[in-house]
T-cell receptor
Framework: AQSVSQHNHHVILSEAASLELGCNYS??????LFWYVQYPGQHLQLLLK??????LVKGIKGFEAEFIKSKFSFNLRKPSVQWSDTAEYFC????????????FGTGTQLKVEL | EPEVTQTPSHQVTQMGQEVILRCVPI?????FYWYRQILGQKVEFLVS????????KSEIFDDQFSVERPDGSNFTLKIRSTKLEDSAMYFC???????????FGPGTRLTVT
C-alpha cells in the first residue's frame, strides 16, 4: 500500500526566509506526485505536480519541488516566503500505472510572520 | 476558472440519520472522487467513480456509503445511517483523466451528534 510522510507538522518562518518541506513516499511502482495548498478558509488547490521528465518542477507562486527517485522524496521549496504563504501544505501521491486515488501526507501547517 | 462546488458547506445531523452530500464537478471532467478528513487527521480517500460506476473504494467506504451521479452534473455521497465517527470534512474532487491532477471542492463539514 502506498503511504506518504511529511516530517514537519508545524513550521514558523519570518518573511523572506527560505522554505523546505519534506515529503517521502512509499510505493512499489511509478508515481505521480503532487503538492496541494489549503489557505485559511479555502479549499485544496494544486501547487505543482510531477508526472515524468525534469525532476525539478516549478509551480505557482514561486514554489518548486524536486523529485529524487533514489530517496523516494518530493520536497517542496521556496527561496523567500511571504506572509500570504501562511497555509497548510499537503504532499500527495498516486500510482502512475493505474488507480486514481490520492494518498495524502498529514500536512504541514506553515505560519509566516511579518 | 471552472471549479468544483459542494453543498451544503455544513451539515449537522443526528446519529442514525441519512445524509446526502452534493457536489458539482468541473463540467468536462470524467473522474470523480470523495475524500474525507477527520479533524486533526489525514485527508483519506473514500471512493472514485467513472462511467457511472465505482472504480475504486477504500475500506472506509462500507455498505453505509453510496455514490451516485443522478443527472449528469451532480455527484452525490450518501451515508445511510450516520455514526458519530462519520463527523469529518468531506471533499469532492474531479479530474479529466485517470491519474491527472484532481481539483477539489471547498468541502462539506458533517457533524453527527
Amino acid at each position: 500500500a502506498q503511504s506518504v510522510s511529511q516530517h514537519n507538522h508545524h513550521v514558523i518562518l519570518s518573511e523572506a526566509a527560505s522554505l523546505e518541506l519534506g515529503c517521502n513516499y512509499s510505493y512499489g511502482g511509478t508515481v505521480n506526485l503532487f503538492w496541494y495548498v489549503q489557505y485559511p478558509g479555502q479549499h485544496l488547490q494544486l501547487l505543482l505536480k510531477y508526472f515524468s521528465g525534469d525532476p525539478l518542477v516549478k509551480g505557482i507562486k514561486g514554489f518548486e519541488a524536486e523529485f529524487i527517485k533514489s530517496k523516494f522524496s518530493f520536497n517542496l521549496r521556496k527561496p523567500s516566503v511571504q506572509w500570504s504563504d501562511t497555509a497548510e501544505y499537503f504532499c500527495a501521491v498516486n500510482g502512475a500505472g493505474g488507480g486514481n486515488k490520492l494518498t495524502f501526507g498529514t500536512g504541514t501547517q506553515l505560519k509566516v510572520e511579518l | 476558472e471552472p471549479e468544483v462546488t459542494q453543498t451544503p458547506s455544513h451539515q449537522v445531523t443526528q446519529m442514525g440519520q441519512e445524509v446526502i452530500l452534493r457536489c458539482v464537478p468541473i463540467s468536462n471532467h470524467l473522474y470523480f472522487y470523495w475524500y474525507r478528513q477527520i479533524l486533526g487527521q489525514k485527508v483519506e480517500f473514500l471512493v472514485s467513480f467513472y462511467n457511472n460506476e465505482i472504480s475504486e473504494k477504500s475500506e472506509i467506504f462500507d455498505d453505509q456509503f453510496s455514490v451516485e451521479r443522478p443527472d449528469g452534473s451532480n455527484f452525490t455521497l450518501k451515508i445511510r445511517s450516520t455514526k458519530l465517527e462519520d463527523s469529518a470534512m468531506y471533499f469532492c474532487a474531479s479530474s479529466l483523466q485517470p491519474g491527472s491532477e484532481q481539483y477539489f471542492g471547498p468541502g462539506t463539514r458533517l457533524t453527527v451528534t
